[in-house]
T-cell receptor, first 114, second 113 residues
Framework: DAGVTQSPTHLIKTRGQHVTLRCSPISGHKSVSWYQQVLGQGPQFIFQYYEKEERGRGNFPDRFSARQFPNYSSELNVNALLLGDSALYLC?????????????FGDGTRLSIL | TQLLEQSPQFLSIQEGENLTVYCNSSSVFSSLQWYRQEPGEGPVLLVTVVTGGEVKKLKRLTFQFGDARKDSSLHITAAQPGDTGLYLCAGGQSGAGSYQLTFGKGTKLSVIP
């Protein structure tokens, strides 16, 4: 079975642009979470979606938004990109959205802002 | 803001040595997960501990959750070069239909042959 897949794997943007990152969860998983991992740091929680509804939001500005589709895939959108948005963006899926179920991570999208 | 402090931040040891990585917080978590991350890849789950005082073993790796569910440790016996990687602890918090992980900064382990 395929794991969590993310696209694209790498992306280069300039300041002020916007970006859309995509995530396909493991088949049967209904919860998708997004994390930002800056170089040298642990991942930081951005959003959680479960059954197409936002269930949790981390301490990120409104430039960050996300949505989940009926097939449980998800998109993360970032507007007005800043240099500080350069990071590895990770998507994780789990079968449920409100328990200690294991979270399975994709390999991430490496976003570089010039 | 809940914080997880991991120590040490960097660890370089010889093959065959033992090591312990610590993860501490002032907050209580409903679960504690340990991940290993290789360069260019996402974190891979090693173990989840949910009960205070719980000990889990995974081959040469031993994980412990503190009695108060605020801290955890990872002990590796007879480290091998294949153990090299970034070890991340993450505290799980459930509430109002949501679930999120708070990660530590990680411990970068290098095992020298």
């Amino acid at each position: 079975d395929a794991g969590v897949t993310q696209s694209p794997t790498h992306l280069i943007k300039t300041r002020g642009q916007h970006v859309t990152l995509r995530c396909s969860p493991i088949s049967g998983h209904k919860s998708v979470s997004w994390y930002q991992q800056v170089l040298g740091q642990g991942p930081q929680f951005i959003f959680q979606y479960y059954e197409k509804e936002e269930r949790g939001r981390g301490n990120f500005p409104d430039r960050f938004s996300a949505r989940q589709f009926p097939n449980y895939s998800s998109e993360l959108n970032v507007n007005a990109l800043l240099l500080g948005d350069s990071a590895l963006y990770l998507c994780a899926s789990s079968s449920q959205g409100h328990s200690n179920q294991p979270q399975h991570f994709g390999d991430g999208t490496r976003l570089s802002i010039l | 803001t809940q914080l997880l402090e991991q120590s040490p931040q960097f660890l370089s040891i010889q093959e065959g040595e033992n090591l312990t990585v610590y993860c501490n917080s002032s907050s209580v978590f409903s679960s504690l997960q340990w991940y290993r991350q290789e360069p260019g890849e996402g974190p891979v789950l090693l173990v989840t501990v949910v009960t205070g005082g719980e000990v889990k073993k995974l081959k040469r790796l031993t994980f412990q959750f503190g009695d108060a569910r605020k801290d955890s440790s990872l002990h590796i016996t007879a480290a091998q070069p294949g153990d090299t990687g970034l070890y991340l602890c993450a505290g799980g918090q459930s509430g109002a239909g949501s679930y999120q992980l708070t990660f530590g900064k990680g411990t970068k382990l290098s095992v020298i042959p």
